[in-house]
């Protein structure tokens, strides 16, 4: 019933959200456009041999194979990352699945604390001045986060958004279902007010910004609905199980009934 009312909250939610970060994804692939490169430094690649990733677990457990379908691909990037000689750090919020993920051996650096399951504005912008910050000090070169995307309510699958550097951000977002830039149009085609050097450090921190609350959304929605769907299963189950077990007594007691019946019976043949 809890995942049943926060799911009905969070979608009821999310319109909006993804309408904003959509134009802000417009307004990123315009810039891209320019054939005048744009310098930034979230934009330049680094080659520092260290990337990162954030993995979103559930908050609580009764979700089915949730954390399960997460962990695997985290698995996935430490293969990729042992195969290419780079390190990995990988972070979590407090979740079930940090538990899981030390189990099976993967090094943690320091959970993401004092997250809420939908983190505030204020949350979001420690973690991008963390993460931003160790890029463009050169700490690493890629930041991803893993989760679990939601794409409708039959349709959840666990992927890995490139949210560092930012251009593999646009390109990211530009492959995803709904298309970006559709006209051919660039950016010297426009007058814009304030001048682009001026923009793009906000409209980078903008879209950093609201690319993880959208990963942060999408993971909340998929736990709710798979808890929602797990409990289902389960009662589903449950009320299978009890017809069975109920007409197997039935059938036991009135075996046992037509048993003793039959000993009368005999019994008063016997005496007669």
């Not at 682009?196 to 903008?206: A, N």
């Not at 059938?251 to 009934?257: S, T, W």
């Amino acid at each position: 019933m809890i995942s049943t009312a926060r799911y009905k909250k969070y979608s009821s939610n999310r319109p909006p959200i993804v309408d904003y970060h959509d134009a802000l994804t417009t307004a990123a692939v315009l810039l891209s456009t320019s054939s005048k490169p744009i310098d930034h430094p979230l934009l330049q690649p680094n080659k520092a041999g260290r990337r990162a990733i954030v993995a979103i677990g559930s908050r609580k457990g009764l979700c089915g194979a949730y954390n399960v379908h997460v962990s695997r691909l985290v698995h996935v990037h430490v293969k990729q990352a042992e195969s290419r000689g780079e390190a990995l750090d990988v972070y979590t919020p407090i979740c079930r699945l940090e538990g899981l993920l030390r189990y099976q051996g993967v090094p943690l650096k320091d959970p993401l604390k004092d997250l809420d399951e939908l983190p505030t504005s204020e949350q979001i912008d420690k973690m991008t001045d963390l993460f931003a910050g160790q890029y463009r000090a050169g700490e690493i070169d890629q930041l991803g986060i893993v989760y679990m995307r939601y794409h409708s309510t039959a349709s959840q699958k666990a992927q890995t958004m490139t949210i560092l550097p930012f251009g593999d951000l646009v390109d990211d977002l530009v492959t995803r279902a709904k298309v970006a830039w559709p006209w051919p149009l660039s950016l010297e085609d426009f007058e814009i007010s304030p001048a682009v050097d001026e923009m793009i450090d906000e409209l980078v921190r903008k879209l950093v910004h609201h690319s993880i609350l959208n990963c942060f959304l999408d993971a909340a929605l998929s736990e709710h609905l798979a808890r929602m769907v797990a409990m289902r299963n389960a009662t589903e189950s449950a009320d299978e199980m009890i017809t069975e077990l109920t007409g197997e007594y039935n059938r036991a007691r009135q075996g046992q009934i037509t048993s003793e019946l039959l000993d009368i019976v005999s019994g008063s043949e016997a005496m007669a």
